[in-house]
């Protein structure tokens, strides 16, 4: 008696389902041939075709592309059922992104482990000279910080929404997991314009030093020093390693903003589109007909594939900025470089500093 009554609530469930699909507006794509009424659709006929309740392949196959049928909503995409870049996206994004994401993290922290195990802290070879020279001002040091310090919580906030999942909510539960991947969110989407202002101000202050100039080929031909001991190539204020780190927090900086920012909007942008119409210019031939649902599908990927290069060229910066060469945490620290070093990294610097107030602005160590 329970088994009939179940199976009479199923078989009832199931015909208001049928029912509804049926009449639901603006649910159903239509082939051109006239789609079958409502009442045809009932009892086991397969909406939208005309062979009864076989399915038409045809029709499906249709919809599976991507066909387009009428619907009251006015968006775009609104008569589409099955958006199949969808599926491609989903593909691309849970599947090579996140992967090679991962290996190109294991692969940094690898190389600069073995970096260190082969070359060691990288010491002032002429030791402590006892006096210092002012490296960056309180604003320099507050533009840096407020990039370095914004771009690490939105790191670790984006790392958490690709990997989270995978390894810290089978540690904590969903619940938890929940929790603290919607703060993180609300906090990864607000710490977004302190990095783009700190973006905004060290660009200002530090582009007229990272122009790239003949001095940089021959300090890129020596490795920088980086790999013997005793090689110290000249350099002004900032070396060619120093001008890629910025270029690449500046455009790759820049990039992310942009593509963020689709995401904080979402669909209101072509800026893929447009982007592809200009590298179409130098005999390209990317699509630019991309829909809006496009747009955003790129905007995500492209956002996860320059966050995670840009964090792993980071880690390296990082590696040399702290543990990596003694002396240079200073500079972005009290701002004062021992002079010793600073005569190792960035000669001509010194000698512009120093001619410019004949003792520049060299201060005895304390
Ligand atoms: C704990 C993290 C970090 C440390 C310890 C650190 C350390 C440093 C140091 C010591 C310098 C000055 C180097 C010199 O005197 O020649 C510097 C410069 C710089 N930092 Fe950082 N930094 C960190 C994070 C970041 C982040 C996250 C970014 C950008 C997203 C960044 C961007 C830059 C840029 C563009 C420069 C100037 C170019 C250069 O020296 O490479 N830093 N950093």
Same mark, same amino acid.
């Given at each position: 008696m329970q088994v009939a009554l179940t199976k009479l609530k199923a078989a009832a469930a199931l015909a208001a389902l049928l029912v509804f699909l049926a009449v639901a507006p603006g649910a159903s794509a239509q082939q051109t041939d006239p789609a079958p009424g409502p009442e045809e659709a009932v009892g086991g006929a397969v909406p939208g075709s005309s062979l009864g309740v076989a399915s038409d392949t045809d029709f499906w196959r249709e919809?599976?592309?991507?066909?387009?049928?009428?619907?009251?909503q006015p968006h775009e995409l609104g008569g589409v059922l099955i958006q199949s870049e969808g599926d491609n996206w989903r593909a691309v994004r849970n599947g090579p992104l996140k992967t090679y994401g991962v290996w190109l993290m294991i692969g940094i922290i690898g190389l600069l482990a073995l970096f260190f195990a082969l070359r060691g802290r990288i010491k002032i070879e002429h030791g402590p000279a006892g006096t210092t020279i002012e490296r960056f001002t309180?604003?320099?040091?507050?533009?840096?910080? %407020?990039?370095a310090g914004s771009f690490?919580? *939105?790191?670790?906030?984006?790392?958490? *929404?690709m990997y989270g999942r995978y390894v810290?909510?089978?540690?904590?539960?969903?619940?938890?997991?929940?929790?603290?991947?919607?703060?993180?969110k609300w906090v990864h989407n607000w710490i977004a314009f302190a990095f783009m202002a700190g973006l905004v101000?060290?660009?200002i202050m530090w582009v007229a030093h990272n122009i790239p100039n003949k001095t940089d080929l021959k300090w890129l031909a020596k490795g920088g020093g980086l790999f013997s001991k005793g090689v110290h190539p000249d350099s002004?204020?900032?070396?060619?390693?120093?001008?890629i780190i910025f270029w690449a927090t500046i455009l790759g900086g820049a990039s992310l903003s %942009?593509?963020?920012?689709? *995401?904080?909007?979402?669909?209101?942008t072509t800026m893929f589109a447009d982007t592809f119409a200009l590298v179409n210019t130098l005999g390209f031939n990317l699509p630019t007909n991309l829909t809006l649902m496009e747009e955003q599908q790129l905007a995500v990927v492209w956002h996860g594939i320059v966050s995670l290069v840009m964090i792993a060229i980071i880690l390296a910066h990082i590696y040399i900025g702290s543990i990596g060469m003694e002396g240079a945490f200073a500079a972005m620290g009290s701002g004062q470089v021992d002079l010793n070093w600073a005569r190792e990294h960035h000669n001509l610097w010194v000698e512009e500093e120093m001619s410019k107030s004949g003792v520049g602005r060299a201060q005895p160590a304390e």
């Open positions: 919809i599976r592309r991507g066909a387009s049928g009428t619907a009251q309180g604003l320099e040091r507050f533009g840096h910080w %407020l990039t690490i919580v *939105l790191a670790i906030t984006g790392l958490n *929404l810290l909510m089978p540690v904590m539960g969903k619940e938890a997991y929940a929790f603290i991947t919607n703060a993180g101000l060290i660009f002004k204020k900032f070396n060619a390693g120093q001008k %942009l593509s963020g920012w689709a *995401l904080l909007d979402p669909f209101t």
